[in-house]
């Protein structure tokens, strides 16, 4: 069966039929960098940021993640004391919630080449916030509240590192970061429910 008489380069011609320089790289360019990397994944020549750094600071962001899970979920199991009933379900929503933006954080590590370190070695060195039992209920919520503040620190320095660099990245880190300034908000309303502010 001989082939469709559509070429594919008279297809692309049409994308360049301006004098002027374009303003993307033409089709071939793009087509041929593509193949010279194609062991790389999605990372392309047009990736501005560095890709060894960008790996890091997720890898660091999933540890935290982790972490803010972990100590979410002994909350939960620990939480005692009449208000209980009103703020345990929120720790084990927040916990879930941690969770998913690991699972979301390891994804994008793979996406860039790299690979997500879920070792438990070193898990609480590599974390930014820190796992704090908390003794009664109000030392639980406190110690979130300190941990998304500085979830939420992280997450705009990251933010602002990966401007014009990675979009993709940038913009999943925006979305947990929104998710982070909630929780934050959630913990804040408990304490002032809890009258101790
Ligand atoms: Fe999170
Ligand atoms: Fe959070």
């Not at 049409?14 to 087509?31: C, V």
């Not at 660091?60 to 909350?75: D, G, K, M, P, V």
């Not at 997500?116 to 209920?137: I, K």
Request: hydrophobic share 40%; proline share 4%; aromatic share 6%.
């Amino acid at each position: 069966m001989s082939s469709p008489a559509r070429s594919p380069a008279k297809a692309e011609s049409a994308w360049l039929t301006s004098n002027d320089t374009p303003f993307l790289s033409d089709i071939e360019t793009l087509r041929k960098r593509a193949r010279n990397h194609i062991d790389q994944g999605p990372v392309t020549e047009g990736y501005g940021a560095d890709v060894a750094v960008v790996v890091k600071l997720l890898n660091e962001a999933l540890a935290t993640e982790i972490i803010c899970t972990l100590r979410y979920r002994r909350h939960y199991f620990m939480a005692k004391g009449i208000h209980a009933e009103a703020v345990a379900p929120e720790f084990l929503e927040h916990a879930t919630e941690e969770q998913q933006h690991a699972d979301q954080i390891a994804e994008r590590i793979v996406q860039l080449g790299g690979e997500p370190n879920f070792s438990p070695e070193g898990l609480a060195t590599r974390s930014h916030a820190e796992y704090v039992e908390g003794g009664s209920l109000i030392e639980m919520i406190k110690e979130d509240l300190v941990a998304e503040r500085i979830a939420i620190e992280s997450y705009l320095e990251m933010i602002n590192y990966l401007e014009g660099k990675d979009p993709t990245t940038r913009r999943m880190l925006e979305e947990i970061l929104a998710k982070e300034e909630e929780h934050a908000d959630d913990l804040n309303s408990l304490l002032e429910g809890l009258q101790v502010k």
